[in-house]
């Protein structure tokens, strides 16, 4: 038997050092056996992984006098997995299969003379290859919660002769400590998949319950990423113009990933009645059939005093008639305009306001007590409650005091007055909020340094180029590639989606059209838009992913 004591030392170094970067899994353990198998001169040498779901992968084997030597999955048609339950009870198992369940050290001058030891596929190898199989070496390795991670195997120690020996207890210590170093890199290849997968889990179950919030917004966080990876990809292979030099690495590909799936994770905070809102009135339920029962009593008022008007003979017949019949038609005409505006996808004009206005002076008297069948939340808001317990004078859209709750006015009339959209300007603020808070999320959360890029990816995709965005006004210039690629997915999903409640579902060539617009007024990064055309982008994923019914004829130039 060779002394190895130098070249042992001067080989653990190296591989410590190995060890302490993040190098390849698969060639420190290929290192770390040969050296063992060095240190006694062993033959042969085979390295098990224990999989965390129990399976045993034979991941690494070399046989000197063979001249074979066979690294990862290859090994597979070779020792096929093992999964160690189904051979838990067997009574005779092979080597690595007893180092594995009983954290047993095997060390025999000849393994065919154990009785209690499963030696046929040793039989069948050597039948196979010529070969004959005598001292065996195999003992488990444990991670730092001794748990068993890997089996390590050595055949056929050699004396100075190449003479086949036993494996000595010295060999045996010294192997142990050098494999162990192989059971390190396998453990922290473990931790650091556990921690992407856990990261990954994270993300998954965050972005879900996002969208679970909302049944109209339920596929945002999940579409978001992929846009975002088909126009990142268009963009590294952009080889002329602006985009020619720009390239991303594995950690930007993975921390833009993560940060598509987290753009929005401030909405956890968003009050679902905003994010759904598709009318003015809308809070938890649309406020419009309470106002159309108003207009019902209006009604009901008209048809009572037509009738006591006929009562009384106070004029013709056909007088009384056209009256009526002009009230309810005014009645009609005011509330289906209320109807309109409600809806908000038509801009609001000066005169519409002031017909709102108008409208709403028209009252009737209220006779039951507005307090009866009120929370005690509800009653803490009403500052003078006596005035609603007897009857009263109240007017067909109403602004109440206690319909302002902190910085939202619930009012009707104010809400109706609307200009565009159905969200007024607090709840437009609460929706923005989101950013903020999916930022100060990110913030807190221990991300590595090469995935550092996240908060600025997913915190960024409602800046504008000119620098008039939110929430930090950054320019163009100020803003990464990513972020920006970001920007124009999150744009694009949401004008391509048929599940909003506050808008109709848009064929793609009005979509295209305003996203023309937003980045001609300096919303949406030009080079990056002109790629997203050019490159079809937009056509590959509404293929996918839009309805088929929104496809209309394109021609792209129409849209650069």
């Known amino acids: 038997m060779a002394d190895a004591s130098d070249l042992l030392l001067e080989e653990m170094i190296k591989l410590s050092g190995r060890l302490s970067e993040s190098g390849d899994t698969e060639e420190i353990i290929a290192a770390a056996v040969d050296i063992a198998s060095r240190i006694a001169d062993a033959d042969g040498c085979f390295f098990f992984h224990l999989t965390s779901n129990r399976f045993m992968n034979l991941v690494y084997s070399?046989?000197?006098?063979?001249?074979?030597?066979?690294?990862?999955?290859?090994?597979?048609?070779?020792?096929?997995?093992?999964?160690?339950?189904?051979?838990?009870?067997?009574?005779?198992?092979?080597?690595?299969?007893?180092?594995?369940?009983?954290?047993e050290i095997i060390n025999s001058a000849n393994i065919f003379n154990?009785?209690?030891?499963?030696?046929?596929?040793?039989?069948?190898?050597?039948?196979?290859?010529?070969?004959?199989t005598l001292s065996m070496l195999a003992f488990p390795l444990f991670d730092n919660r001794r748990n068993v991670i890997a089996v390590a195997q050595f055949i056929n120690a050699r004396d100075t002769k190449g003479k086949i020996i036993n494996f000595t207890q010295d060999d045996q210590e010294k192997m142990i400590a050098v494999c162990q170093m192989a059971a390190f890199a396998l453990e922290r290849k473990q931790l650091a998949e556990s921690y992407t997968q856990l990261l990954e889990s994270f993300v998954d179950v965050l972005a879900k319950a996002i969208d679970a919030k909302s049944p109209y917004t339920g596929l945002h966080c999940q579409k978001?990423?992929?846009?975002?990876?088909?126009?990142?990809?268009?963009?590294?292979?952009?080889?002329?113009?602006?985009?020619?030099?720009?390239?991303?690495?594995?950690?930007?590909?993975?921390?833009?990933?993560?940060?598509?799936?987290?753009?929005?994770?401030?909405?956890?905070?968003?009050?679902?009645?905003?994010?759904?809102?598709?009318?003015?009135?809308?809070?938890?339920?649309?406020?419009?059939?309470?106002?159309?029962?108003?207009?019902?009593?209006?009604?009901?008022?008209?048809?009572?005093?037509?009738?006591?008007?006929?009562?009384?003979?106070?004029?013709?017949?056909?007088?009384?008639?056209?009256?009526?019949?002009?009230?309810?038609?005014?009645?009609?005409?005011?509330f289906e305009f209320i109807g309109r505006c409600?809806?908000?996808?038509?801009?609001?004009?000066?005169?519409?306001?002031?017909r709102l206005d108008?409208?709403?002076?028209?009252?009737?008297?209220?006779?039951?007590?507005?307090?009866?069948?009120?929370?005690?939340?509800?009653?803490?808001?009403?500052?003078?409650?006596?005035?609603?317990?007897?009857?009263?004078?109240?007017?067909v859209l109403q602004d109440r005091p206690e319909q302002v709750a902190g910085a939202y006015n619930q009012g009707e009339l104010v809400n109706l007055k609307i200009r565009q959209g159905t969200i007024n300007d607090a709840e437009r603020e609460k929706i923005n909020e989101h950013i903020v808070t999916t930022i100060n999320m990110l913030k807190n959360l221990p991300f590595p340094p090469e995935l550092s890029k996240i908060v600025e990816y997913a915190g960024a995709h409602h800046e504008r180029v000119d620098g008039k965005g939110y929430p930090n006004g950054l320019t163009g210039d100020q803003m990464s590639v990513p972020a920006k690629i970001m920007a124009i997915a999150d744009v694009y999903e949401a004008l391509t989606a048929r599940d909003r409640p506050y808008k109709e579902p848009k064929k793609l060539s009005e979509?295209?059209?305003?996203?023309?617009?937003?980045?001609?007024?300096?919303?949406?990064?030009?080079?990056?838009?002109?790629l997203f055309i050019k490159s079809g982008v937009y056509m590959d994923y509404a293929?996918?992913?839009?309805?088929?019914?929104?496809?209309d004829d394109i021609n792209p130039e129409e849209f650069l």
């Not at 154990?114 to 004959?132: A, C, K, V």
């Not at 007590?369 to 409650?385: A, D, Q, V, Y």
């Not at 979509?511 to 919303?523: A, P």
Request: charged fraction near 30%; include cysteine.
């Open 62 to 103: 070399r046989i000197e006098s063979l001249n074979a030597s066979v690294s990862g999955t290859s090994n597979m048609a070779f020792f096929p997995s093992v999964y160690l339950p189904d051979i838990k009870d067997n009574p005779h198992k092979r080597p690595a299969e007893i180092c594995a369940l009983n954290h």
């Open 114 to 132: 154990e009785p209690n030891i499963d030696t046929s596929f040793l039989r069948q190898f050597d039948e196979n290859n010529n070969y004959t």
């Open 224 to 334: 978001v990423p992929i846009i975002t990876r088909m126009l990142a990809a268009a963009a590294v292979q952009e080889t002329e113009g602006p985009l020619k030099n720009f390239e991303m690495s594995d950690n930007d590909w993975y921390a833009l990933h993560i940060a598509s799936w987290l753009h929005d994770c401030g909405k956890i905070i968003t009050p679902e009645y905003i994010i759904d809102k598709a009318a003015k009135l809308e809070t938890i339920h649309n406020r419009i059939h309470e106002i159309r029962s108003r207009f019902e009593i209006l009604r009901r008022d008209a048809h009572i005093e037509y009738l006591q008007k006929r009562l009384n003979n106070t004029d013709t017949k056909e007088n009384l008639q056209a009256e009526f019949v002009a009230k309810v038609k005014q009645l009609t005409d005011d």
């Open 342 to 354: 409600n809806i908000g996808d038509t801009p609001l004009t000066d005169n519409d306001i002031k």
């Open 358 to 395: 108008k409208i709403s002076e028209r009252s009737f008297v209220r006779y039951f007590n507005r307090m009866t069948g009120l929370s005690w939340g509800e009653k803490k808001l009403i500052n003078t409650p006596s005035a609603y317990t007897k009857p009263e004078v109240e007017y």
């Open 511 to 530: 979509v295209l059209r305003i996203m023309r617009d937003m980045k001609n007024s300096g919303h949406l990064d030009p080079d990056l838009y002109e």
């Open 543 to 551: 293929k996918e992913y839009i309805d088929k019914e929104q496809i």
